[in-house]
C-alpha cells in the first residue's frame, strides 16, 4: 500500500506542470480495501496542497437520506474533494442531497448525463417523448444548475458527457452553454482532441477533458523510463487539448 | 470507531433468530472514511460467521475496467459480500463485469429498478416505445437473469424494487417470476406488509424484503432500552412479513 500511495504522489508531482485537475477513480482505492481509502484520502490531500482542483470520481447515488451520508464523506473532512460525480437514476430528491452538500461546502457535481463506455446507449439512448433519455437528464441537470450560475456564465452542477460521442456533445453543448462538462474517453478510450472540441463553448470555458489510463500508465511495468513516459503523456494531452 | 463497530456487531448478535439477510448500507461506513470501511469489513465478517447472507448496498455503477474494480472487491477478500446492488444507467457492458464476477463467486447482484425514494419516477417512470424505463431495465435484468436460473426457478441476477410502488411491484413479479427482487422501503419509508406482499411468488419465494432503519434505530439515543427495542421491531417486522 504504500507502493500504491507513492506512486500516486509521485503521478501527482509529475502532471502536476501540464494538468489544473485530478480525477481519481474511488473504485481502484476500493479494491484495496480500507488501506486503500487511507491512500486515496493521502493523495486528495497531496493533490490540494499542490494547487489542483480535484474531481472524486466515485459515481454515487441513493436515497436522500443516505445520499446525504455520500455526500458528507465527499465534500466534509473525510474526502475533502472539491467536486464528485454522481448518477441521477433515483431522480431529484435523491440528488438534491448532493446538490446541498456542494453548495455549502463551495463545491460541485457532475451528474452522469452520456457515459462514454460502448454499451451506454442501452438506456440512456432510449426515446422518451422525441428525446433520448440522456438528453432529459441533461435538461433536468441545466435545471439544478441554474440557480448556481456565476459570472462566467458556468454553474456548480455540471454533466459527464463522454469524448466518445461527439455530434452529441456539440448537440448538448448548443442547447445547455452553463454547463461545465466533464469529458471522459479521450485517450485510451478512444476519443481525439478533436472529438472533444465541440464540448467547449466559444470563450473557451465549459469542459474538463481528463485522460486517465492514457496519462498514468503509457508505459510497461519494466519500464525504467516510466517517469519520463508519464512526463511525455501528460505534456502531449495539455498541447492536443490546448 | 470502536462503539460503531460494537453497536453493529450487538445488531447482529439482536436481530439473527429473526432475519436471515442483512444489508449493510457503505454510505454510512464511507461517512467514517478508512476506519469506516475497516468497520464495514468487519460487520460483513461477522454476519458470514453468525450465518447471515449479506447484501452490500453501495449501488456501484461504472464503465467495464472500473465496474470490474468494484466487483472484485465486493466478492473476493476485500468485502466478501454475497450479493451488491448495482445501479444500471451505464447499459450492459457497465454491468458485465458485476455479472461475472458474481458467477465465478457463486454470488449475486441487485439491479436498481424501481427505487424506492418518493421522487424515483423523475426519470423511471419516463415513457419509452409506450412502456417506463424502470420496466425496460427490468426486462434486460430478467435477460441478464435468464442463464442463470436454478432449480428453484429463480436466478443470480435479482432487482430492486420498492415497496412504496406495489401495484408496479405486483406487475413486476407477474411479468418477471424468476427475477429475485429485493424491496427496500417497508418500514420506516412507509411501505407496509400488505404492499410488499406482491412481491412473493405463489411459492412464497422470489422477494427479500429489508427494514434497515425500522429494526436498527426504533429507539431514542437515551433509551436505556434499545436492546428490547431492536429485538422487539425485529420480531415484529418477522411476524409481518410470514
Chains 1, 2 share one sequence.
Request: charged share 20%; proline share 6%; hydrophobic share 45%.
Amino acid at each position: 500500500m504504500v507502493a500504491f500511495e507513492e506512486f500516486g504522489k509521485r503521478v501527482l508531482n509529475l502532471v502536476s506542470p501540464f494538468a489544473a485537475i485530478v480525477k481519481p477513480q474511488s473504485a481502484f482505492f476500493e479494491l484495496f480495501g480500507p488501506a486503500g481509502f487511507k491512500a486515496q484520502a493521502t493523495l486528495l490531500r497531496c493533490a490540494k496542497e499542490l494547487g489542483f482542483v480535484t474531481i472524486l470520481d466515485a459515481k454515487r447515488g441513493d436515497i436522500a437520506s443516505t445520499a446525504t451520508a455520500y455526500a458528507d464523506a465527499a465534500f466534509g473532512p473525510i474526502w475533502n474533494a472539491d467536486s464528485l460525480t454522481i448518477n441521477p437514476y433515483l431522480g431529484r430528491d435523491a440528488v438534491e442531497p448532493f446538490l446541498s452538500a456542494a453548495k455549502a461546502a463551495k463545491c460541485g457535481v457532475f451528474v452522469l448525463v452520456r457515459t462514454s463506455n460502448p454499451g451506454s446507449g442501452l438506456f440512456q439512448d432510449l426515446k422518451c417523448d422525441g428525446k433520448p433519455l440522456y438528453w432529459h437528464v441533461a435538461a433536468e441537470v441545466a435545471q439544478w444548475n441554474a440557480s448556481t450560475i456565476g459570472e462566467c456564465g458556468l454553474g456548480d452542477v455540471g454533466a459527464v458527457v463522454g469524448a466518445t460521442h461527439p455530434q452529441e456533445l456539440a448537440d448538448l453543448r448548443a442547447e445547455f452553454p452553463n454547463v461545465w462538462f466533464l469529458v471522459p474517453g479521450y485517450g485510451a478510450q478512444g476519443g481525439t482532441a478533436a472529438d472533444v472540441k465541440a464540448a467547449y463553448r466559444a470563450d473557451g470555458l465549459g469542459a474538463v477533458v481528463n485522460s486517465s489510463r492514457g496519462v498514468v500508465f503509457p508505459f510497461h511495468p519494466d519500464d525504467p523510463d516510466w517517469e519520463a513516459k508519464i512526463v511525455a503523456a501528460a505534456a502531449k494531452a495539455q498541447a492536443e487539448l490546448k
